[in-house]
């Protein structure tokens, strides 16, 4: 076989079309990295965990003490298309009476579905738990079991307070084995806003159904069905700044580590009166039940 030493042309030719590959390959990468949707959503989902973060932060004191987030495994973050979901396993509540114990779920799974007012309101789905366990001091424990559990709700960017929530449910069933009681209760539902008003104003109507409720209660014994129980309401005032001034005032006096219980409740009870101005009507309605 005769070799052929390149001459220095085809030489000069092989080197500029390995040079043009590299700058095409270079190019290339650069393009994908400035345009990959991982990247790009990196921002986004860091700004989703704390949204979620102050979403389940906002427990205590939506339920003013009672009820607050004990902490959970490490969230899951990711995006699904358009969509930032967060799927939070094994949740734990506690009770500000520790009296009534604790409570653990298997998962939850929360996720972003849209935005209004130029961001400054988050649309969140939440598909509720499945199973939850009570479980008391002395050892005994209640589980909780939800099917087709679903959450809307529409709360303000940063801060995570609600705007708007609604709840449904296919059926719940409460078991208390150490009792030997139970309760049944679904479909129920529960809907809830807070809408700005004319002239600055607020209001804020709240409604709530469950039906088919059935119980034993082995004390007694006591059994029986309740076809549905059904409340609305209806609340409103002037001046919807005034009001969140006030709730920031109640919250920050409900995180007040450094004060007792006690401490903080003598403050609350002194701010009741201001409270009550920002009300201008408070209305409810309970249907009959069967």
Do not use: C
């Not at 520790?98 to 939440?126: C, M, N, P, T, Y």
Request: proline residues 6%; aromatic residues 4%.
């Amino acid at each position: 076989m005769l070799y052929r030493k390149p001459d220095r042309t085809h030489m000069r030719h092989h080197w500029i079309d390995t040079v043009a590959r590299l700058r095409l390959a270079v190019a290339t990468t650069v393009t994908i990295a400035l345009l990959s949707p991982t990247r790009a959503a990196e921002p986004d989902l860091d700004r989703f965990r704390a949204n979620v973060d102050a979403f389940v932060g906002r427990l205590e004191p939506s339920s003013n003490g009672v009820v607050r987030w004990a902490g959970s495994d490490p969230y899951e973050i990711r995006r699904e298309g358009d969509t930032l979901v967060a799927v939070i396993a094994n949740p734990r509540l506690s009770f500000h009476d520790e009296r009534v114990g604790h409570l653990s779920l298997d998962r939850i799974e929360i996720r972003q579905i849209g935005q209004k007012d130029d961001g400054r309101l988050i649309e969140l789905a939440v598909l509720l738990p499945r199973v939850a366990v009570l479980s008391e001091p002395d050892g005994a424990k209640t589980r909780i079991e939800l099917r087709d559990g679903t959450a809307n709700a529409l709360i303000e960017e940063g801060s995570g307070r609600g705007r708007e929530t609604t709840v449904k449910i296919a059926s719940a069933r409460i078991d208390e084995p150490k009792r030997g009681a139970w309760i049944g209760v679904g479909p129920l539902s529960m809907a809830s806003k807070l809408l700005a008003g004319p002239n600055g104003g607020w209001s804020g109507p709240i409604d709530f159904e469950a039906n088919e409720i059935r119980f034993f209660i082995p004390e007694g014994p006591l059994n029986g069905d309740i076809h549905r129980i059904a409340f609305s309401g209806d609340s409103s005032g002037p001046r919807l700044d005034e009001l969140n001034k006030a709730r920031d005032t109640l919250e920050a006096l409900q995180n007040e580590d450094g004060r007792s219980p006690e401490a903080r409740g003598t403050a609350l009870i002194r701010r009741l009166p201001t409270i009550a101005d920002l009300f201008g009507t408070i209305r409810g309605k309970l249907p009959s039940t069967v």
